[in-house]
């Protein structure tokens, strides 16, 4: 079955510093990936994806991730956090079927330590 | 062009109440989805609909029913609230064909008490 794991929860980062927010998939087909991020009290938007092509996907707000299919992994980065980048983010997976369901991951949440 | 909404943002309900979250899209989009958010879980599919007319369950459906009616709606129903879906509620939906991702409401808050 699909799955995809956030081992973090949360994770406390300085402004400015940088940022990587691990995920790690089972699947048995080439997946098509996302990454989500939640603001508090908001709804999930969409930050990249990686359907195809070149591992390295760039997204909004200066994020970028990169697909390790050796590894199962899709890790979310920054390379300078801002105070604005504190919130929720999910990693998730399609099934691939007519219904594309998503599979998210428990998420993690990041705060911005001043 | 609104995307996604739901009404309504909040709610409290007693045990055993019923109500319905409404969810709304103006993207002509075929296949809308229900999901619940509760801490430490991620997002769980509720139900799911593929096209006016059609709904299935999803990976947690007890307690809940679905309809849509039409494209641009579906709704998501509890017959007898339970303290057990206290948690918050996301519609989303996406056009049709693969790859694409999917587009999220705001949710709607529910405490049942």
């Known amino acids: 079955a699909q799955s995809v794991t956030q081992p973090d929860i949360h994770i406390t980062v300085s402004e400015g510093a940088s940022l990587e927010l691990r995920c790690n998939y089972s699947?048995?087909?080439?997946?098509?990936l996302f990454w989500y991020v939640q603001s508090p009290g908001q709804g999930l938007q969409l930050l990249l994806k990686?359907?195809?092509?070149?591992?390295l996907v760039q997204g909004i707000k200066g994020f970028e991730a990169e697909f390790k299919r050796s590894q199962s992994s899709f890790n979310l980065r920054k390379p300078s956090v801002h105070w604005s980048d504190a919130a929720e983010y999910f990693c998730?997976?399609?099934?691939?079927?007519?219904?594309?369901?998503?599979?998210f991951g428990s998420g993690t949440r990041l705060s911005i330590r001043p | 062009n609104a995307g996604v909404t739901q009404t309504p943002k909040f709610r409290v309900l007693k045990t055993g109440q019923s109500m319905t979250l409404l969810c709304a899209q103006d993207?002509?989009?075929?296949?809308m989805y229900w999901y619940r958010q509760d801490p430490g879980m991620g997002l769980r599919l509720i139900h799911y609909?593929?096209?006016?007319?059609?709904?299935a369950k999803g990976e947690v459906p007890d307690g809940y029913n679905v309809s849509r009616l039409k494209k641009q709606n579906f709704l998501l129903g509890l017959e007898s609230a339970a303290p057990s879906q206290t948690s918050v509620y996301f519609c989303?939906?996406?056009?049709?064909?693969?790859?694409?991702?999917?587009?999220f409401g705001p949710g709607t808050r529910l405490t049942v008490t």
């Open positions: 989303a939906s996406r056009p049709p064909g693969l790859p694409t991702e999917q587009y």
């Open positions: 699947y048995g087909a080439t997946p098509y």
């Open positions: 990686y359907f195809s092509g070149d591992t």
């Open positions: 998730a997976v399609v099934r691939y079927s007519s219904a594309s369901k998503i599979i």
């Open positions: 993207m002509n989009h075929e296949y």
């Open positions: 609909s593929v096209g006016e007319g059609t709904t």
